[in-house]
């Protein structure tokens, strides 16, 4: 049996994983996200003993990240507000002590592909992965391939309408304020209401004005990628009562524009959770290593 490794590399955890698909995983651990130095030798010693049974490793990261194979700095992350990590090479000490083939995507994009391999977008070429928790990322495929192109999407990071009369928030992202993540991240609604989210009733109003933010944003998404389904992940989105309020903050902003039947009579199947749940990325890192090797 064939045998890939996954690394999903998050700003507090780096999960690794052995294994070929969701019903076969051989073994798995988390790591703390510590310094490089410290965290990068803890997942190399993790594969070490099984190393010559595998086939390919798959690797997604938080960002930002150089995705250019023709860059000097390809497989590092760039600019980043985890310290330590700026500049950090994740790709070069994993590929140099294994040797083998190796897929490097972001955290997201990884996602997306094991939602498309086997969770919410299966059949499908064409699909937003967002996720909303303590940060907030895109992933895309169109037509079928990872979607890439100067770099890779930063979708947390759009503008969106921000009315401060009604929130006079002035939002946490430390390079815009009040984009996307800076309104609408798990962070970003325990700073403006003073509590963690988690800990608010169904009924507070924290989570209108969170449907209204999510709403402005994939409705964006929708008229630029023109997705076949939208898939909303991450910790925030673990509030279930947060898909009606939201597909119904999509449809009034739309108001009647996209007519096509997916979205005004099949919303409820068009803005879902993710299938795979919290384990999206990490399996997704399993899909990127088989995709690597055309498996």
């Known amino acids: 049996m064939s045998l890939y490794g996954g690394i999903e590399i998050g700003g507090t955890k780096v999960i690794c994983m052995m294994g070929t698909d969701p019903e076969h995983i051989l073994s798995e651990?988390?790591?703390?996200?510590?310094?490089?130095?410290?965290t990068l030798p803890k997942v190399i010693t993790f594969f070490e003993?099984?190393?010559?049974?595998?086939?390919?490793v798959g690797i997604g990261s938080f960002g930002p990240l150089d995705l250019d194979p023709d860059s000097s700095s390809y497989g590092c992350i760039t600019e980043t507000t985890k310290t330590g990590w700026a500049g950090t090479d994740i790709l070069g000490?994993?590929?140099?002590?294994?040797?083998?083939p190796i897929g490097f995507d972001t955290d997201v994009n990884a996602a997306a592909l094991g939602e498309q391999r086997w969770g919410s977008a299966?059949?499908?070429?064409?699909f937003l992965y967002l996720t909303i928790g303590t940060g907030i990322g895109g992933g895309a495929l169109v037509e079928g391939n990872l979607l890439h192109g100067l770099m890779h999407p930063e979708m947390g990071h759009i503008p969106i309408p921000h009315d401060r009369n009604q929130d006079p928030f002035q939002g946490i992202c430390p390079?815009?304020?009040?984009?996307?993540?800076?309104?609408?991240?798990?962070?970003?609604l325990e700073a403006r209401w003073g509590a963690r989210a988690e800990t608010f009733s169904e009924d507070h109003p924290a989570w209108a004005l969170e449907a209204e933010y999510v709403g402005y944003a994939v409705v964006s998404y929708i008229l630029t990628l023109a997705p076949q389904r939208v898939i909303l992940g991450g910790g925030v989105m673990q509030q279930e009562h947060l898909f009606p309020l939201i597909r119904s903050e999509v449809l009034e902003i739309l108001n009647g524009y996209m007519h096509v039947p997916e979205i005004i009579k099949d919303i409820n199947h068009y803005i879902v959770p993710p299938a795979l749940g919290n384990q999206a990325g990490i399996l997704g890192s399993i899909a990127l290593a088989r995709k690597t090797i055309g498996h």
């Open 175 to 188: 390079y815009h304020h009040d984009c996307f993540e800076g309104l609408a991240s798990g962070p970003a």
């Open 122 to 126: 299966q059949g499908l070429d064409t």
């Open 29 to 38: 651990t988390r790591i703390p996200t510590t310094s490089p130095g410290e």
């Open 49 to 56: 003993p099984s190393a010559d049974q595998l086939e390919a």
């Open 93 to 100: 000490p994993i590929q140099s002590v294994f040797g083998l």
